[in-house]
């Protein structure tokens, strides 16, 4: 459970779809981002846009903003290291892999470790999936509590309404029987 815990940890939101970084499920795999983006070109027909793209800048300063305030230290710092530009590195956007795009991943990286974690994070999606379902439903229950609310607000101020008409006209009633009299007193 540690394992899925420390993956779902690693899948973000990007484009509407829950993702997670190529240099992250190397790590994972414990091979070389280098070696797994090399394994999705060599097969990259298995990989359409809905299950890889890289990263525009902008998407990519937000998601390390993100892991910034995660407070994990020791990915930025290998994300810096390996973004400095010099003696002719140059420095690639990530990639990301949605949920399809990593049981691609399966069958193009076939070490027992790979199979072991593709197993792994499919679970942690799917852990994923099954909370959101939960919390929508909590969502919708919300909701309805919130209209029978509202209708009972509107019956509530319907009764002290009333009643307040009835305070009132009690109110007058009893200004008209003490009123002083006029006229012929007997």
């Known amino acids: 459970m540690q394992i899925i815990k420390s993956i779902q940890n690693r899948i973000y939101e990007i484009r509407g779809e829950r993702v997670m970084l190529d240099k992250e499920l190397a790590e994972l795999y414990q091979i070389e981002t280098k070696a797994l983006n090399l394994a999705v070109k060599r097969n990259i ?9 890289q990263l525009t800048n902008e998407e990519w300063e937000s998601l390390r903003f993100q892991i910034e305030t995660s407070n994990d230290s020791n990915f930025l710092r290998s994300q810096n290291e390996t973004s400095k530009k010099g003696r002719g590195g140059t420095r690639y956007l990530p990639h990301v892999f949605t949920e399809q795009g990593v049981a691609m991943l399966s069958g193009i990286l076939n070490s027992d470790k790979a ?7 499919m679970r942690a999606f799917i852990e994923i999936r099954r909370v959101l379902i939960q919390e929508n439903d909590l969502r919708e229950q919300m909701r309805l509590i919130k209209e029978r609310i509202g209708e009972h607000d509107a019956q509530l101020n319907q009764l002290y309404d009333a009643m307040e008409n009835l305070l009132d006209e009690r109110a007058n009633q009893k200004k008209w029987d003490e009123r002083e009299r006029i006229g012929f007193k007997g």
């Open 45 to 53: 027909k298995r990989f359409p846009k809905d299950f890889m793209f």
């Open 115 to 121: 199979i072991a974690m593709n197993i792994a994070i």
